[in-house]
């Protein structure tokens, strides 16, 4: 989880705010000296991390996807809007019918919903 973190340059206390877990916990789960965390609070570590459950506790989920190369449209649109990886990483798995954003401008408006949506 602390490579994660620090990968994004996200501080303890940061991950610690968007996950709703006091700052010393997240710091016990780091250290290892608290192993068993519910599964909800798994859940929201991983969201404040950009990445899946499976993936927080070292695993690949059957159904994710593996990773492959970043759209230009969307390389574009993360360089501009300063993106942590988790975020590229999880919006380049977005298909729907099919079919992917085209422009950085897509993807700024399938960005900006999801946020808005899981506020």
Known sequence: MRELRT??????????RRASVSKAYLSQLERGESSQPSY??????AV???????????????????EGPVPA????????????EGDVSMLS???????RPRTADDWAHIYETIKRTIR
């Open 48 to 66: 404040a991390l950009g990445v899946s459950a499976a993936r927080l506790a070292g695993h690949t989920a059957s159904w994710e996807r593996p």
């Open 73 to 84: 449209s969307l390389q574009a649109f993360a360089e501009r809007s300063l993106l942590p």
């Open 40 to 45: 909800e609070v798994v859940n929201r570590l």
């Open 7 to 16: 990968e994004q340059g996200l501080s303890l206390s940061e991950v610690a």
């Open 93 to 99: 798995q977005i298909h729907y019918r099919g079919k």
